[in-house]
């Protein structure tokens, strides 16, 4: 005959193995919601390597507003003057002819037939950038071939009757825009993102997904990935801030900071937005999921 005691001992494995498999599935919750916030911030540089840098009419639109930016205008002018007055000989005229030379230069920037050879220039320089970024072809400095923009100053400054203006030179006049060769770690990861696409973005919004739907406080933990997301977009802009500042700090001393900050601005720029609005649209639902669970807490007591 079985004593109290005994007949009591089997009804105590279901109770253990629910609590082994609540403590399972809060684990395996935890472990994905940690896993999703640290997806969202490279599903942002994901798309933006795939989609942004990767497709040719979208880096040309990143570039494009670059075209009228006074810094750059400046650096393209003094190049391609230098380059012209290698070539010329005035004598005593030299300083005039170059500042004459360059201010026609500078003149010719603010027109758009200048934006569209700069459009062409970078069309032209995208393939060098991808190879930069993902290979790391050569030293991985990519450069911008101003013979377009240089062949469209010597037709204009020959319409106006310039001196010497047939002897300016077309080819071999460039402008650098990128040196990858500085940052061999960061040239590594731009290749797996790329390569990941948007991939990383289902994956982040699978994990979230099973994560809360695990969790045994589905709010909360819907709540707690929100903020988790947001949390690493800003550990995200906050690294934008931080490589734009050694970016800078460690140019070749022929590069001008002012031009490479313009750059760097442009190519950071889809990437910052997104973050900021990712950032904010977690916040929100955060609040919102928050303020509702709160609202339905309350009125079983009121009732």
Same mark, same amino acid.
């Given at each position: 005959?079985?004593?109290?005691?005994?007949?009591?001992?089997?009804?105590?494995?279901?109770?253990?193995?629910?609590?082994?498999?609540?403590?399972?599935?809060?684990?395996?919750?935890?472990?994905?919601?940690?896993?999703?916030?640290?997806?969202?911030?490279?599903?942002?540089?994901?798309?933006?390597?795939?989609?942004?840098?990767?497709?040719?009419?979208?880096?040309?639109?990143?570039?494009?507003?670059?075209?009228?930016?006074?810094?750059?205008?400046?650096?393209?002018?003094?190049?391609?003057?230098?380059?012209?007055?290698?070539?010329?000989?005035?004598?005593?005229?030299?300083?005039?002819?170059?500042?004459?030379?360059?201010?026609?230069?500078?003149?010719?920037?603010?027109?758009?037939?200048?934006?569209?050879?700069?459009?062409?220039?970078?069309?032209?320089?995208?393939?060098?950038?991808?190879?930069?970024?993902?290979?790391?072809?050569?030293?991985?400095?990519?450069?911008?071939?101003?013979?377009?923009?240089?062949?469209?100053?010597?037709?204009?400054?020959?319409?106006?009757?310039?001196?010497?203006?047939?002897?300016?030179?077309?080819?071999?006049?460039?402008?650098?825009?990128?040196?990858?060769?500085?940052?061999?770690?960061?040239?590594?990861?731009?290749?797996?993102?790329?390569?990941?696409?948007?991939?990383?973005?289902?994956?982040?919004?699978?994990?979230?997904?099973?994560?809360?739907?695990?969790?045994? =406080?589905?709010?909360?933990? $819907? +709540? *707690?990935?929100? #903020?988790?997301?947001?949390?690493?977009?800003? &550990?995200? @802009?906050? !690294?934008?801030?931080?490589?734009?500042?050694?970016?800078?700090?460690?140019?070749?001393?022929?590069?001008?900071?002012?031009?490479?900050?313009?750059?760097?601005?442009?190519?950071?720029?889809?990437? =910052?937005?997104?973050?900021? $609005? +990712? *950032?904010?649209? #977690?916040?929100?639902?955060?609040?919102?999921? &928050?303020? @509702?669970? !709160?609202?339905?807490?309350?009125?079983?007591?009121?009732?």
């Amino acid at each position: 005959m079985s004593s109290p005691a005994n007949a009591a001992r089997p009804a105590r494995a279901p109770s253990r193995a629910r609590r082994a498999g609540r403590g399972f599935s809060a684990v395996a919750s935890g472990v994905l919601l940690v896993v999703t916030a640290l997806l969202v911030p490279l599903a942002i540089l994901s798309g933006w390597a795939r989609l942004d840098i990767g497709d040719a009419d979208e880096y040309v639109g990143t570039m494009e507003p670059l075209a009228s930016n006074e810094h750059i205008q400046a650096d393209i002018a003094a190049a391609v003057t230098d380059r012209v007055m290698r070539e010329l000989d005035t004598g005593p005229l030299q300083d005039t002819v170059a500042e004459f030379v360059e201010s026609a230069i500078r003149s010719f920037t603010t027109t758009e037939t200048f934006r569209t050879g700069w459009n062409a220039a970078n069309r032209e320089a995208h393939g060098a950038v991808q190879r930069a970024l993902r290979e790391g072809d050569g030293n991985g400095a990519v450069t911008l071939n101003l013979a377009p923009i240089t062949q469209q100053v010597k037709d204009q400054l020959e319409a106006d009757g310039v001196p010497f203006a047939d002897r300016v030179p077309v080819e071999d006049v460039e402008v650098t825009i990128l040196e990858a060769h500085r940052f061999p770690a960061a040239r590594q990861s731009f290749r797996l993102l790329q390569e990941a696409g948007l991939w990383l973005a289902g994956a982040a919004v699978v994990t979230a997904a099973v994560g809360i739907f695990l969790a045994r =406080r589905k709010v909360r933990a $819907a +709540v *707690l990935t929100c #903020l988790g997301g947001a949390l690493t977009c800003g &550990a995200l @802009l906050i !690294g934008i801030v931080i490589g734009r500042r050694e970016t800078l700090d460690d140019l070749p001393p022929d590069v001008s900071e002012a031009s490479a900050a313009a750059v760097f601005d442009a190519l950071a720029s889809t990437p =910052r937005t997104l973050a900021w $609005a +990712v *950032l904010g649209g #977690l916040l929100v639902l955060a609040l919102v999921l &928050a303020v @509702l669970a !709160g609202l339905r807490r309350t009125r079983p007591a009121r009732r």
